[in-house]
């Protein structure tokens, strides 16, 4: 059984998978959050500004990543995903044929390292409408904390809104792994049998149903705040999401 690991932005929905995988027998970790994520987290972070410092900021909302695709992985990098991941690894090294994984949203940060050093593993890309990703608050809100660059703003919404894309376009960028789905968190609320059942052929194993909330969905409808911003309508066409 391959390793699995979720890649999405913060508020993406992602603990939902999480404890979805932990509620079916997957081993996750030796220490988790109530968002279901491995901790403790430091070494992941530190990991994330260690790959930063070779994303070139070509000004405005661009970046390049190239580098990344093709550099030697730093020794330091490899030392501080070792480290986060030790016990999911160790679990691993005893039993190769369980299945076990983690989830951490800034696994996103250095996803095009995890896919270069984890090659084989089951990746689970976990989509939200980014008008929901952005209402509340989150670690990875202000990039410049994990050492990457962008323009400027005391605007809160929009800060997080770069975040959103520069993740997504980190993402898009990085070569597609063998092993690779996509999910919507809106069809894992309103269409959990179907969508779950696409993760069953997908993993393998058989995952067990959790309670979801349908208002999870759609509630950049109710908000009275900046949510919307043109830079999101490639995603927002991409995966369907209907515009205001």
Not at 188 to 204: I, K, N
């Amino acid at each position: 059984m391959s390793l699995i690991t979720i890649i999405g932005r913060g508020h993406s929905g992602t603990r939902a998978i999480s404890h979805t995988l932990y509620a079916s027998g997957v081993y996750m970790g030796a220490c988790l959050n109530r968002s279901g994520d491995l901790v403790p987290p430091q070494d992941m972070y530190e990991a994330c500004r260690v790959l930063a410092r070779h994303v070139r900021w070509q000004g405005d909302l661009s970046w390049d990543f190239s580098q990344l695709h093709t550099m030697e992985i730093p020794e330091e990098f490899r030392r501080l995903i070792e480290s986060y991941l030790s016990s999911v690894l160790a679990e691993h090294a005893r039993h190769p044929d369980a299945p076990k994984g983690w989830k951490i949203p800034e696994t996103t940060l250095v996803y095009p390292w995890i896919r270069r050093l984890f090659p084989d593993i089951k990746y689970i890309f976990w989509i939200r409408d980014p008008r929901d990703c952005i209402l509340n608050r989150h670690l990875t809100d202000d990039l410049r904390d994990f050492g990457i660059q962008y323009p400027e703003t005391d605007d809160l919404r929009l800060r997080r809104a770069i975040s959103w894309k520069y993740q997504y376009d980190l993402v898009k960028a990085t070569p597609r792994p063998e092993n690779w789905i996509e999910v919507r968190f809106e069809d894992f609320v309103l269409r959990q049998e179907e969508t779950l059942q696409r993760l069953e052929e997908y993993l393998g194993i058989p995952l067990a149903r959790i309670p979801v909330r349908p208002d999870a969905v759609g509630r950049w409808r109710q908000d009275e705040g900046v949510h919307d911003f043109d830079f999101f309508r490639p995603a927002l066409e991409e995966y369907g999401y209907e515009h205001a």
